[in-house]
Nanobody, 124 residues
């Protein structure tokens, strides 16, 4: 019901910047009911971890490892979430996945959606 498409990944040198975008599409009903969007990342051999998230009211949260360097934002009109990544480090190298959460059909339930992922490589 909700499709997420990431873009903006690529190769960047340490200290550089990159901006990721995630556009949500699907039925209007489901799109407008997205309550939370965010970014996860997974490096080879490691578990997927939450990087940043933004709620529909604009509240944001970040992993400690990216605080002060990454900024998440959301454009509700475009159904798009962005991740501005500054001062990138080699350890930021990972596949970054967009995530969205909608309310389920029953109160207190939620449905999670995932994008296909976009590769971010930080290397000199």
């Amino acid at each position: 019901q909700v499709q997420l498409v990431e873009s903006g990944g690529g190769l960047v040198q340490p200290g550089g910047s990159l901006r990721l975008s995630c556009a949500a599409s699907g039925s209007i009903y489901n799109i407008i009911n997205i309550k939370l969007m965010g970014w996860y990342r997974q490096a080879p051999g490691k578990q997927r971890e939450l990087v940043a998230a933004v709620a529909s009211d604009g509240a944001t949260s970040y992993a400690d490892s990216v605080k002060g360097r990454f900024t998440i934002s959301r454009d509700n009109a475009k159904n798009t979430v962005y991740l501005q990544m500054n001062s990138l480090k080699p350890e930021d190298t990972a596949v970054y996945y967009c995530h969205a959460q909608t309310a389920g059909s029953r109160r207190g339930t939620f449905i999670n959606y995932w994008g296909q992922g976009t590769q971010v490589t930080v290397s000199s």
